[in-house]
């Protein structure tokens, strides 16, 4: 099913989504340093692809550019699940894609390595740059192919040799009079005093060859794609167009990027009337001893030739890269070569030295030759300063032992440099295994000698110490070195090395040891004190470690920061233990104090309790005991349904009762969050029955719901005294309610009245569809958190729906403190799993608010319930629609991504949904965006079709949508066709929806039209077996609570779901989301897989993707 000339429109798009998703999860596990070093490599062409039936190979050719040399070969496998592959064009399907696949011929032992990176960074450029259909094309372009390679073949003969070239140009002119190719041109201004390159952009003329060409100066972003022909080009454009922008302009270091990038360039000349081709070659400076008879005389080489004086050769550049490096340029003009050498200072001065020694025609006897030789040794390193000496000066042959050390140095304040390398005390700076020179020529006291390597088996041996110490975990810096950047990275390698034992490479250190592990913390050795205040609880404490005191604090403060060990002093460090880390981590979950001090709330009493266990030496005051004997008592609580409950209770429901019942018996608030219909409200009757000789309970509902609270507590629990706040003397029916009054209000009528609310205490505060509190500034949450209670309790089937936030505005009104302050959870949680995807903190904070919310989905607790089937249709636009849809979604991507507007992110924000508004508006009905539409829609058309099938298979049905303009469409059609439907949005009274509801219940009307926001919770429709979402919403939460209208507890038939989407728009996007906002929901409350939330960017990228073919 792969094979792209295969697919329809629907299946390219889809695929093309596929991968894009699949290539996101693969980048995460992508290192910064990577990134960055994935930007010196080229695509010398496009890929190579194999298209296989249920996989997409993409093959690259990489070379790198400096400082990183080579070629390499990069494979990209997309395997497809044949499993799965039906629903390609599905963008919601999240099982298309079985696997990324990565493969490279670099020697990197990290992987993913940046040849890898790169290629994928530049595969999902390639295909977000496009629409689908036009990836797709790109896709096939890269189709391996005899007959493409052969005209490539024959493109890269002609672009070696001009003869052909210019036959093969005239050919394609007189086929095509317009063709123009382009090409940028590398010339060298060249002289002792200053070398400069400057580039020009040429084109081809019409009967073959090239013009003189244009000179590039600070117009980079002008140059054609088609005119970076070459792998090295536009490395060569970023580097001179970043020496423009600077002040400095072309200085060796830039001259010397330049050159490097230039090497076996086809295309760089001299900047003379004839363009003179020059090759350029980076070769090492060498030293000579040529012994003649019994004296010896020294010599300067580069490339073979000798260098006499390097200030007064013409030939010569000579220029500072920085104190410590030079760059020295030599150009021979008879043979067209540029020759470039680096050279450390020192090396600089002896090639002065050398250079005037050989001008006086000086020579050495054998015993300051002797000398030189020793010296010329010392200070000439691998690839900067080669040395030839004659065998009386060079010594013996030696075989070196292939023994590899671990070179360990302070790296910054904090770090280490971690280096396998060769022992040789002989030499100043011990060799890199398996890397130049195979000859090391030394001095010793004992004489001069040369040491032959067996590269192959140093490298051998150093990949295996690599291994066994895991140092492909640490950043990479060059071959066999790796950087510890932080000081747990350094000791945690330590603590590795001491582990292997005799298998341990030996450790060398530059002097003293400067950091040393010297025990670890266990809970054992901990000594907690317990204190209380008015709603908290204070630990204090310290840990014993070698006659040491380590304070509580400080092992929090290293646990708040990541690290894994704690300093000493004097360079001495102690390990805390991982069973220790992961109860003290437990604590600090909760913790709700300052940095500095620990606190914790009453809620946390069980988690402090689990933490400090049986091995921690605790000494508490009275409060503390009495708070773990009143949670005992919870625990053994075996609660018992009320008999004045008159409901026959299903077993969760019996469970329900129970949990709810120790939580109030704790006295801690929590959160029912069973799915919709499976009866929290009558699992809520029970605790109030058993709460309600304490005193009058207050209920806070949506004004939807509040007359079937009243319904359902006289149905189920007749002997309380449920009253409607707006139905009565309000200020009387507060003053008088006592033991078992139930108080009925609306969240509006309680932020208007909250000074009547709050000058009395409540026994029990019940939040029905808590999610109206989700939103921690508002005016409504506000009014809540103001209610004085002795329990607390929230029911909501969606208690988190967008993001973290929610989850703890909720819980800071039922259960304050146990999540602690915004800036403490945005901290500890919210910003690691939203913008990091954390599953450690992800499972923590389950784990922390698992004891207080209750969550069943019906799929868990109730097999008799009807089967529940999800079907999208999709509506094809009309020419008409296209058009004026596709005018808006350009328009909004020239606005939103042209620069220069100076509005700040929350402005851009703004504009940005305003536009996903609009095209959602266009998706439904032209006449939502444009008044002077007169004509129907897609949608439109197929919501009449689906209805009249409907009304033929004598089937009802919920129609729901986010657009109340959008229902007062469908109800003109339908009042048309003669159609009876109940109605019911925001606007209308708490005595209509009521009487809507139960008329509908009754057998009134084929369809009941609902705006989502007004009627998605609290309506119990079992009547109708179908539910059509005309729209889709952001969060697939809000449409499962509509759905659980007709889908819960009293159905008798299976329940069908029809999404309407309008094909190619910004709604398919919305419904690639969903399958993300379910996975937070079940990440927390479930704890598994992440969260996260849209950036502005990313609310950009919906715009652009929601296009078709050709568009």
């Known amino acids: 099913m792969s094979k792209l000339t295969q697919l329809d429109l629907p299946q390219s798009s889809g695929l093309v989504v596929h991968i894009l998703s699949a290539i996101a999860q693969q980048e995460k596990k992508f290192r910064p340093q990577q990134l960055l070093m994935s930007r010196y490599f080229a695509s010398n062409d496009l890929p190579r692809l194999k298209d296989a039936e249920a996989s997409l190979a993409f093959q690259f050719e990489l070379e790198g550019v400096s400082p990183v040399k080579g070629q390499f070969t990069t494979g990209i496998t997309v395997e497809l699940d044949p499993k799965h592959i039906d629903q390609i064009s599905d963008v919601t399907a999240s099982r298309v894609i079985r696997n990324i696949l990565l493969t490279c011929s ?52 002609s672009y070696l040799k001009p003869d052909i070239e210019e036959t093969l140009i005239e050919a394609e002119a007189d086929e095509d009079p317009d063709r123009r190719l382009q090409r940028i041109q590398w010339r060298l201004q060249y002289s002792s005093y200053g070398v400069s390159i400057q580039a020009y952009l040429q084109t081809s003329r019409k009967r073959g060859g090239w013009n003189k060409g244009r000179l590039l100066k600070d117009n980079f972003d002008a140059v054609p794609e088609i005119a970076l022909a070459h792998p090295a080009d536009k490395m060569l ?67 073979n030739i000798r260098i006499d004086a390097i200030h007064e050769d013409p030939t010569i550049f000579l220029g500072t890269i920085h104190n410590a490096e030079s760059l020295l340029l030599r150009i021979d003009r008879e043979r067209h070569v540029l020759w470039m050498s680096t050279i450390e200072s020192r090396i600089l001065r002896l090639v002065n030295d050398l250079s005037a020694a050989e001008r006086r025609e000086a020579v050495m006897d054998r015993d300051t030759a002797e000398k030189f030789a020793d010296l010329i040794v010392y200070v000439a390193k691998p690839k900067r300063l080669e040395v030839q000496l004659p065998e009386a000066l060079a010594g013996p042959e030696q075989p070196l032992e292939p023994k590899i050390e671990l070179h360990l140095s302070p790296r910054g304040k904090e770090g280490l440099q971690v280096a396998l390398r060769v022992a040789c005390d002989a030499v100043v700076e011990p060799p890199v295994p398996g890397q130049d020179p195979e000859r090391l020529r030394v001095a010793t006291t004992a004489g001069r000698f040369q040491l032959l390597r067996a590269l192959e088996e140093e490298a051998s041996r150093a990949d295996e110490y690599a291994q066994l110490a895991q140092l492909q975990l640490l950043p990479y810096d060059s071959p066999y070195t790796w950087l510890a950047t932080s000081p747990d990275d350094a000791l945690e390698l330590l603590q590795r090395i001491q582990n292997l034992g005799q298998q341990a490479p030996p450790v060398c250190w530059p002097k003293s040891q400067p950091m040393q592990v010297i025990g670890e913390i266990t809970p054992q050795r901990l000594q907690v004190k317990l204190t209380s205040g008015r709603d908290w609880f204070g630990l204090d404490g ?34 805390i233990s991982d069973t220790l880390r992961q109860r003290l981590g437990a604590i600090q979950d909760v913790s709700i104090g300052d940095a500095g001090e620990i606190r914790v709330s009453k809620a946390g009493t069980a988690v402090v309790e689990e933490a400090l266990g049986n091995d921690i030496s605790v000494d508490a005051d009275i409060a503390w ?15 018992k349904v009320p008999e004045t409950l008159q409901a ?121 569809e808590a999610q109206f509190i989700k939103n921690f500034n508002t005016k409504t949450a506000q009014a809540v958190r103001q209610l004085e209670a002795d329990w607390h309790l929230a029911l909501s089937g969606t208690p988190l729906e967008n993001h973290l936030g929610e989850l703890w505005s909720l819980m800071r009104t039922v259960s304050p403190g146990l999540l602690g302050s915004w800036d403490k959870f945005r901290k500890n949680f919210a910003e690691p799993i939203e913008r990091h995807h954390s599953k450690d903190r992800l499972q923590a904070l389950g784990r922390v608010v698992k004891p207080f919310i209750l969550r069943r989905t019906k799929k868990e607790v109730l097999s008799e319930l009807p089967e529940r089937t999800e079907i999208v249709r999709l509506a094809e636009f009309s020419e008409t629609e296209r058009k004026k849809y596709d005018a808006a979604r350009l328009a909004a991507l020239t606005e939103l991504t042209q620069g220069g507007s100076g509005d700040t992110d929350a402005q851009m924000r703004i504009r940005v949904l305003a536009w996903l508004t609009r095209l959602r508006q266009l998706a439904c009905h032209p006449r939502l965006v444009d008044k002077r539409w007169d004509k129907s829609s897609a949608k439109l058309d197929l919501f009449m079709e689906i209805v009249d099938e409907l009304r033929e298979g004598e089937h009802r049905a919920l129609v729901f949508s986010q657009f109340v303009q959008h229902l007062s469409l469908l109800r003109e059609s339908l009042d048309r066709a003669g159609i009876q439907y109940q109605y019911l949005d925001g606007a209308t009274p708490a005595a209509k929806r009521q009487e809507a509801v139960d008329a509908f ?31 889709p919403w952001w969060n697939p939460a809000v449409e499962d609570q509509a759905t659980d209208r007709a889908h819960r ?5 299976a329940v069908t779901v029809y999404r309407l989407v309008a094909k190619d728009t910004i709604e398919q996007q919305i419904l690639a989301l969903h399958e993300d906002k379910r996975e937070l929901i079940a990440g927390v409350l479930d704890g598994a897989d992440r969260a996260g939330r849209l950036s502005t960017d990313e609310l950009i990228s919906l715009i652009r993707l929601s296009q078709i073919e050709g568009s």
């Open 106 to 157: 670099c020697t990197e032992t990290t992987k993913p390595c940046v040849h890898q990176v790169h290629c994928l960074n530049y595969l999902r450029r390639q295909l977000t740059q496009r629409s689908p259909s036009d990836a797709i094309q790109w896709m096939l372009g890269c189709i391996t192919d005899g007959r493409q390679a052969g005209r490539k073949l024959v493109e890269s003969l």
């Open 237 to 303: 454009v970023l580097v001179l167009q970043s020496a423009e922008d600077s002040y400095r302009g072309q200085t060796p270091r830039v001259i010397r990027e330049c050159l490097r990038l230039l090497i076996d360039h086809p295309n760089c000349t001299m900047d003379d009337p004839v363009q003179t081709p020059l090759r350029i070659r980076e070769v090492p400076v060498e030293v000579r001893v040529h012994q003649e008879g019994e004296v010896f005389k020294p010599a300067v080489y580069q490339s």
């Open 1001 to 1031: 219940q009754a057998g009134q009307g084929d369809l009941f039209l609902i705006s989502l926001k007004a009627g998605g919770t609290g309506l119990n429709l079992t009547a109708a077996d179908y539910v059509i979402h005309m729209d």
């Open 542 to 575: 310290f840990a014993e470690l070698n006659g040491l005191e380590i304070p509580l604090a400080e092992l929090l403060s290293a646990l708040r920061q990541g690290r894994r060990f704690v300093p000493l002093g004097d360079g001495q460090f102690a390990q």
């Open 625 to 639: 005991r009495e708070a773990l004997a009143r949670l005992a008592g919870a625990r053994k609580l075996k609660p």
């Open 648 to 768: 026959s209770l299903r077993d969760y429901q019996v469970s329900g009762y129970g949990w709810l019942a120790r939580l109030a018996h704790w006295g801690i608030g929590g959160v029912l969050a069973d799915d919709m219909g499976l009866g929290k409200t009558v699992q809520a009757l029970g605790i109030l029955l058993d709460r309600s000789k304490n005193g009058a309970a207050l209920i806070i509902a949506p004004t939807s719901v509040g007359s079937n609270w009243q319904r359902e507590t006289e149905k189920f629990a007749p002997s309380l005294r449920p009253m409607l706040y707006r139905e009565h003397d309000r200020q009387t029916l507060i003053d008088s309610a006592g033991p078992g009054d139930l108080i009925i209000t609306s969240y509006q009528l309680l932020q208007r009245d909250i000074d009547r609310f709050t000058k009395r205490a409540w026994n029990t505060l019940i939040l029905d």
């Open 1049 to 1053: 507890l009293g159905q008798q038939r």
